[in-house]
């Protein structure tokens, strides 16, 4: 299966970090996306990790990859307000060219 | 700046009144796709284009057509919109199909009348 799951709404204080969690199902995913989403916007790519990574650090951003559990994460460092979005994560499993999203992740940024 | 365009952001219509919506991209990829989302739902593939090839989804209705008329641009469709295609449809784009990054545009808000 292709189901990609991820808790519904997330919400921190200013200046915390967040971690939004993912878990996918197909074994065989090559890439893993992290994409945010503004109000009435597109989706914005983030960053993401090839399949034989544990771990990716892009400046406030950091993704792991648990491949035994089938899990991924996002941690946003010192989170500020403009970080109030969706975030979905998605998997290409490199067969074809679809993207599998999650359900998508509401992080709240409160003062 | 290289991007993916898309024109207009919000298109109002009517009940099966035929509408065009329309993505360019400036990326010189070779693969555009066009995703339905639904209000808090995430992103559906609707089909993608591979250079002139297109790839229809199983489960993407006949309702929606698509054309690639060069490698900048490719239009959606909708010839008969229905309650149920008000959504936001974005477009996308990536170099190659296999484990490419798609890069999306803003997307375009359909609300049907």
């Known amino acids: 299966g292709e189901d990609v799951e991820q808790s519904l709404f997330l919400s921190v204080r200013e200046g915390d970090s967040s971690v939004i969690n993912c878990t996918y199902t197909?074994?065989?995913?090559?890439?893993l996306y992290w994409y945010k989403q503004e109000p009435g916007a597109g989706l914005q790519l983030l960053t993401y990790i090839f399949s034989n990574m544990d771990m990716k650090q892009d400046q406030r951003l950091t993704v792991l990859l648990n491949k035994k559990d089938k899990h991924l994460s996002l941690r946003i460092a010192d989170t500020q307000t403009g970080d109030s979005a969706i975030y979905f994560c998605a998997e290409n499993t490199g067969t074809a060219s679809k993207l599998t999203f999650g359900t998508g992740t509401r992080l709240q940024v409160t003062l | 700046d290289a991007m993916v365009i898309q024109n207009p952001r919000y298109q109002v219509t009517q009940f099966g009144k035929p509408v065009t919506l329309s993505c360019s991209q400036t990326?010189?990829?070779?693969?555009m796709y066009w995703y339905q989302q639904k209000s808090s739902q995430a992103p559906k593939l609707l089909f993608h284009y591979y250079d002139k090839d297109f790839n229809n989804e199983a489960d993407t209705p006949d309702n929606f057509q698509s054309r690639r008329p060069n490698t900048s641009f490719c239009f959606l469709d909708i010839r008969s919109p229905g309650l149920g295609d008000a959504a936001m449809y974005l477009c996308?784009?990536?170099?190659?199909?296999?484990?490419?990054?798609?890069?999306f545009g803003p997307g375009t808000r359909l609300l049907v009348l």
């Open positions: 996308a784009t990536s170099r190659d199909t296999v484990a490419e990054t798609q890069y």
């Open positions: 990326l010189n990829h070779n693969v």
């Open positions: 197909d074994s065989s995913s090559t890439y």
